[in-house]
């Protein structure tokens, strides 16, 4: 009989990019939006998500994948690595 951490269905991987404009100092994201926008500031996370059972990831909550990549925002100095992350 397999573990529990044996994946039992298939898993997926896949590679995600998402971009936008994108201010420090703003708590609000919709003024945090049209402040970057007005500067031509822009972060991007760029990321590969890892899910190793897609049924129990579904069905069970605790059941998480795993995300790492990387942030890229020029106005810090990066792009910084995002690792050890955790998906649901």
Avoid: C, K, Y
């Avoid at 703003?26 to 996370?45: K, S």
């Amino acid at each position: 009989m397999p573990s529990p951490d044996t994946p039992s269905r298939p898993g997926i991987t896949f590679r995600e990019t998402m971009r936008g404009p994108f201010a420090l100092g703003e708590t609000d994201p919709e003024h945090g939006r049209a402040t970057g926008a007005r500067a031509d500031d822009e972060l991007v996370l760029s990321a590969t998500i890892h899910i190793p059972d897609v049924t129990r990831f579904e069905a069970d909550p605790e059941h998480a994948g795993t995300i790492e990549g990387e942030v890229a925002f020029p106005q810090l100095g990066g792009p910084f690595p995002a690792r050890g992350g955790r998906f649901n």
